[in-house]
């Protein structure tokens, strides 16, 4: 059992290019989440999944775009990078969002720098 | 709106020594509380949660935390710390209705001396 993996785990990139963020969980979660990590601020939620082919907006959504084609994967995509998307990106999943079985479990993360 | 506030950005504690990192919340209705750790260069480690029920609750590698609801707090504890435990503390809080997204504090540093 992996758990929740991502892929990268750290990228460069240029402003005003893109690229897509892969998470994958192999616990049959329905709930999926992408969160950034930034200094002095805690984890925020930029967009969440609950269940195959749904996607919500989280606290922070601009910029991003999301897609949960399977009920494993969800992908996080950075149309046009801007140097304030520098951050640490991590993924979660839930099974539920019921009593009891809504603790989310997380990935390793993605250490994203923005030029 | 949902918070969560976690007045301390670093704790440092003796090993052997009890140790405190403290966190209160704002939440419309009751609460669903959670306290992850996060160790360098990994993810949010799951470490207990309050749900319903007994007030204390125990949760993995010793760890406790005790919600009182007056106080709004859900203090996470432990009676004897480790150097093993010096990490990153994250509270985070959920609201039983609405998106019942978690709202993360910003972290505590726990360092433990030896």
């Known amino acids: 059992n992996a758990g929740v993996t991502q892929t990268p785990k750290f990228r460069v990139l240029k402003t005003g290019q893109s690229m897509t963020l892969l998470c994958a969980q192999d616990?049959?979660?329905?709930?999926m989440y992408w969160y950034r990590q930034d200094p002095g601020m805690g984890l925020r939620l930029i967009h969440y999944?609950?269940?195959?082919?749904?996607?919500a907006k989280g606290e922070v959504p601009d910029g991003y775009n999301v897609s949960r084609l399977k009920k494993q994967n969800f992908l996080l995509g950075l149309e046009s990078a801007a140097p304030s998307q520098t951050s640490v990106y991590f993924c979660?999943?839930?099974?539920?969002?019921?009593?009891?079985?809504?603790?989310?479990?997380f990935g390793p993360g993605t250490r994203l720098l923005v030029l | 709106a949902q918070s969560v506030a976690q007045p301390e950005d670093q704790v440092n504690v003796a090993e052997g020594n009890p140790l405190t990192v403290k966190c209160t919340y704002s939440?419309?209705?009751?609460?669903?509380l959670f306290w992850y750790v996060q160790y360098p260069n990994r993810g949010l480690q799951f470490l207990l949660k309050?749900?319903?029920?007994?007030?204390l609750v125990k949760g993995s590698y010793g760890f406790e935390a005790e919600f009182n609801k007056s106080q709004t707090s859900f203090h996470l504890k432990k009676p004897s710390a480790l150097v093993s435990d010096s990490a990153l503390y994250f509270c985070a809080v959920r609201g039983r209705t609405g998106a019942n997204n978690l709202f993360f504090g910003t972290g505590t540093r726990l360092t433990v001396i030896p």
């Open positions: 939440v419309s209705g009751n609460p669903y």
């Open positions: 979660a999943s839930s099974y539920s969002r019921v009593a009891g079985l809504e603790t989310q479990y």
């Open positions: 999944s609950v269940g195959e082919g749904t996607t």
């Open positions: 309050y749900i319903t029920g007994d007030n």
């Open positions: 616990m049959n979660h329905e709930y």
